[in-house]
């Protein structure tokens, strides 16, 4: 693996940060940890160039690291305040999980795929990114861990799992693309136990929350 940071590849992440900056994206917390983080050090290293393209990127078995503008904007609808408990669904690469790690948040991360899970497991620790990664089906979230402050989901969901819904702490935000072939970003704040308010924002492509880890 590729653990060297250059003036290049830093010097790239300002840009990236630049061109998300004219995408609307404001909060400096989210934008600073973008300019720290090597997303390059999270994709194949012969792709080097596509790293800092405001892109999602194929990471192996069928699956891809989220496009950077939207990392930026599904982290900013969450609101982490440092020392919060996220769950997010969705390890995939580990980009977003590190994001929100940079933001100070507390980490539990579900991925279904078993190959990707250990890869970016040891890929986190390699970088001293001290998550919680688990190895299951986002649709259950993680009972045993629950109430969480926010929870992620970082793949298209056909609906709102119930399980998600349950395990979050009144007042806490659950940001979720729901839909089949395109999402739309919808962000519920838990009133009560059985009350939520729900806001939209904008049309997403993710790859497909599925059923069944593999
Ligand atoms: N947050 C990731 C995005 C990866 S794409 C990143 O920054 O790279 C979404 C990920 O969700 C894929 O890795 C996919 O395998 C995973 N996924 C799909 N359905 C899932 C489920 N039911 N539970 C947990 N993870 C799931």
Redesign the pocket.
């Known amino acids: 693996m590729q653990h060297l940071d250059t003036y290049k590849t830093k010097g790239l992440r300002k840009k990236l940060v630049e061109e998300l900056k004219t995408k609307e994206i404001t909060c400096p917390k989210v934008l600073s940890a973008i300019e720290k983080i090597p997303r390059h050090l999270?994709i194949d290293s012969s792709f080097l160039e596509f790293a800092y393209q405001d892109k999602a990127f194929p990471?192996g078995?069928?699956?891809?690291?989220?496009q950077p503008y939207t990392?930026a904007k599904q982290s900013e609808l969450l609101q982490v305040k440092s020392k919060e408990k996220i769950l997010?669904?969705?390890?995939?690469?580990?980009?977003?999980?590190c994001?929100l790690l940079e933001l100070g948040a507390k980490v539990f991360?579900?991925?279904?795929?078993r190959n990707?899970y250990f890869k970016?497991k040891e890929l986190l620790t390699q970088l001293n990114y001290n998550a919680n990664c688990f190895y299951?089906?986002?649709?259950a979230g993680l009972p045993n861990f629950a109430p969480f402050d926010k929870i992620?989901v970082?793949?298209g969901a056909p609906f709102v799992p119930d399980a998600l819904k349950e395990q979050l702490k009144i007042g806490g935000i659950l940001v979720i693309p729901v839909g089949e072939n395109a999402q739309q970003m919808q962000v519920y704040t838990k009133q009560s136990d059985t009350e939520f308010s729900c806001e939209e924002h904008g049309d997403f492509k993710?790859?497909?929350?599925?059923?069944?880890?593999?």
Do not use: A, H, W
Not at 109 to 113: D, S
Not at 136 to 139: I, W
């Open positions: 999270f990471i078995e069928d699956q891809t690291i989220s990392v997010e669904i969705g390890t995939g690469s580990g980009y977003q999980t994001v991360t579900i991925e279904r795929q990707l970016t299951g089906d986002g649709y992620l970082t793949c993710f790859v497909p929350m599925l059923e069944n880890r593999k």
